[in-house]
């Protein structure tokens, strides 16, 4: 992996997280939303212009991928890229939450 797209990816957005993170089957922006409403119980809104610039960055950064048109509504999958960085953000995750219950991590 590049190390410029860590930089660039890693630690993540709240929004960028949960948009590669809904991407591990095939969406599309407006479905994304939803998604992300549902799941946040409507703490987490990305608005219209947020996860359009998001999905354009990443389909250039190789995370996401076009996967195919529905009702003329683009469809977009993670990579095998993207995978790899949400991995290590769901790590980085999962890290602080254990640090914020006292618990180390044995070296």
């Known amino acids: 992996m590049d190390d410029k797209i860590r930089r660039i990816y890693v630690?993540?957005?709240e929004s960028g997280f949960y948009i590669?993170?809904?991407l591990?089957?095939?969406?599309h922006g407006y479905g994304i939303s939803q998604q992300v409403r549902k799941m946040t119980g409507g703490?987490?809104?990305?608005?219209?212009?947020?996860?359009?610039?998001?999905l354009s960055k990443m389909e250039k950064d190789g995370l996401?991928?076009?996967h195919s048109?529905?009702?003329?509504?683009?469809l977009y999958q993670i990579t095998d890229?993207?995978?790899e960085i949400l991995d290590m953000e769901i790590a980085r995750i999962a890290r602080l939450y254990r640090n914020s219950k006292g618990e180390e991590i044995d070296a």
């Open 69 to 74: 048109e529905e009702e003329k509504r683009k």
């Open 11 to 13: 630690p993540m957005t």
């Open 43 to 54: 703490e987490v809104i990305i608005s219209a212009g947020t996860m359009y610039g998001t």
């Open 64 to 66: 996401i991928r076009f």
């Open 20 to 22: 590669l993170y809904c």
């Open 81 to 83: 890229l993207g995978r």
């Open 24 to 27: 591990q089957t095939p969406q």
